[in-house]
């Protein structure tokens, strides 16, 4: 099955520029989503088919997607943006989504 | 606008079976798109478990395909999950969820644009 990648932690401080990235094989033919989950609450999509935002989430995230690697950014950071975040793509060999492990998002 | 809430027992015993419901409010159940249930073991990921059609067709997780029924109530406007021979490794959050995206025939591009808030199940004697 195909495997995404993120990097378990990143640290920010506040006003900057924060880049998550979730990697896999030739990920950039593939639509990425992105999830932010805050503690104790559900995921919420932040991003969809690799740099649309849903109604209701800030310009400041945005997301790109090419090569071995999808990018999700979030400039101005915010205390309240501190999270986890969840890449995901639909495995169309299996006809299921694959997840990544979830990268912490620290706001310094 | 739509909304979705899990219901269910949060402590079921080992080896038994676990049952979560997932109330559909706002919008019709018979929609086109597809139902989810995805869970997230205490400090883990997320894992997609399985997913439904109002019509009645499903998709499951491999992993867990053996033991996964999800069933849909249009009546009810509700969609269910039941988890067979359940060990601690099943305890998690349990979360609903609404797929979308573009079906482009022989594949399709799938995403979550609707999660419900999640129930904790705990498997404990």
């Known amino acids: 099955s195909y495997v995404l990648t993120q990097p378990p932690s990143v640290s920010v401080a506040p006003g900057k520029t924060a880049r998550i990235t979730c990697g896999g094989n030739?990920?950039?033919?593939?639509?990425v989503h992105w999830y932010q989950q805050k503690p104790g609450q559900a995921p919420v999509l932040v991003i969809y088919y690799d740099s649309d935002r849903p109604s209701g989430i800030p310009e400041r995230f945005s997301g790109s997607n090419s090569g071995n690697t999808a990018t999700l950014t979030i400039s101005r950071v915010e205390a309240g943006d501190e999270a986890d975040y969840y890449c995901?793509?639909?495995?169309?060999?299996?006809?299921?989504?694959?997840f990544g492990g979830g990268t912490k998002l620290t706001v310094l | 606008q739509v909304q979705l809430q899990e219901s269910g027992p949060g402590l079921v015993k080992p080896s038994g079976t676990l049952s979560l419901t997932c109330a559909v409010s706002g919008g019709s159940i018979s929609s086109s798109n597809w139902w989810s249930w995805v869970r997230q073991p205490p400090g883990k990921g997320l894992e997609w478990i399985g997913e439904i059609y109002h019509s009645g067709s499903t998709n499951y997780n491999p992993s867990l395909k053996s033991r996964v029924t999800i069933s849909v109530d249009k009546s009810k406007n509700q969609f269910s999950l039941k988890l067979s021979s359940v060990t601690a490794a099943d305890t998690a959050v349990y979360y609903c969820?609404?797929?979308?995206?573009?079906?482009?025939?022989?594949?399709?591009?799938?995403?979550?644009?609707?999660w419900g808030r999640g129930t904790l199940v705990t498997v404990s004697s």
């Open positions: 995901q793509v639909w495995d169309s060999s299996s006809d299921h989504p694959m």
């Open positions: 030739n990920i950039g033919s593939k639509s």
């Open positions: 969820a609404r797929k979308t995206g573009t079906d482009y025939g022989d594949y399709g591009d799938w995403y979550f644009d609707l």
